[in-house]
């Protein structure tokens, strides 16, 4: 061997991430690819678990005891999250743990044994029947895409959808004719909405005219039903944005949202009488639990039930 060719040193050994951080990428891939989950979902996993091991820091995932873990729901507490969100990290975090156990890296899963907030104690907003009605007209001829909008947003009151349903939803799955569209949620799970006259009549007005000109920028033409002014599929974020900006100019909440739409949709059904059942599979829950909630929200029919029996009424 040459005297001036140097040895090659031997490599240094790394000690594998304490915060099993290394375990997060095989975990989403699992819930992607083996759990059939939609990328919102997996987007949100990566989300929680990432504030997760903010929390965990040097500490060893491997090592936690229930009293160390105990305290990770009061620090979602403390980052001013809602109920529902500090509830949903927790969800992710069993769902985490339930795959490390598959994996054989944890034998029990403490997440298991936490507590989070009641989901109960925040009380869905919703609108009543008159703002939806000015909500659902505040598009106009003044608006670059009007009609657009207004197929928008009598969809999201129509049919219960979720942003994000809303822009995975396609030209096919509509069905005027027979009035009714097939949404597809979480898990890519389909189910079939009924379309009222009014939500059809907006879509059939923005397919003759807004929808042509928009699917023209595209080629080939995409088959998203809400395009953008680029002629793809309406992104979700537009979505919020749009109905912020007709919120705002007709003087709702600010706190509106796409799931307004979807609260006032569930509540002003139950409120008319339908079946909590059939309300249930019209909004894609997986537990009848989840549906209940809007049960709490219509209080003009509490108090006028309380009139009704109570003997102080």
């Known amino acids: 061997m040459s005297p001036l060719r140097r040895k090659p040193r031997p490599k240094k050994l790394t000690k594998p991430d304490p915060s099993g951080k290394r375990f997060l990428g095989p975990f989403l891939d699992y819930a992607r690819t083996e759990c059939h989950l939609s990328e919102n979902t997996v987007a949100a996993y990566r989300r929680d678990l990432t504030r997760f091991f903010r929390w965990l820091g040097k500490r060893d995932l491997l090592k936690l005891d229930i009293r160390t873990l105990a ?56 609108l009543s029947a008159k703002e939806v009605d000015r909500l659902l007209a505040s598009p106009d001829h003044n608006d670059p895409h009007w009609r657009r909008d207004r197929a928008m947003l009598e969809l999201l009151y129509a049919t219960g959808c979720r942003a994000s349903e809303l822009t995975g939803l396609k030209v096919a799955d509509v069905h005027l004719n027979d009035g009714y569209c097939i949404c597809h949620g979480k898990g890519d799970k389909q189910r079939i909405v009924p379309l009222g006259r009014r939500s059809r009549e907006a879509v059939e007005s923005y397919l003759e005219s807004d929808r042509k000109k928009l699917a023209q920028r595209q080629t080939p033409e995409q088959p998203w039903l809400l395009l953008s002014v680029r002629g793809k599929a309406l992104r979700r974020e537009r979505i919020w944005e749009l109905l912020k900006k007709y919120a705002a100019r007709e003087g709702l909440s600010a706190a509106a949202s796409p799931h307004t739409l979807r609260h006032s949709f569930a509540t002003h059904l139950l409120s008319g009488g339908a079946d909590m059942r059939q309300v249930q599979e019209m909004l894609g829950h997986a537990s009848i639990a989840t549906t209940q909630i809007y049960t709490h929200v219509d209080v003009s029919r509490l108090r006028q039930v309380h009139q009704q029996y109570h003997p102080r009424g």
């Open 71 to 126: 305290d990770y729901p009061a620090w979602l507490r403390n980052e001013e999250l809602a109920p529902a969100s500090s509830a949903r990290h927790i969800v992710a975090l069993r769902v985490f743990f339930r795959y490390l156990q598959l994996e054989g890296v944890m034998t029990d899963n403490l997440a298991e044994l936490l507590g989070t907030q009641k989901l109960w104690q925040r009380v869905p907003e919703v």
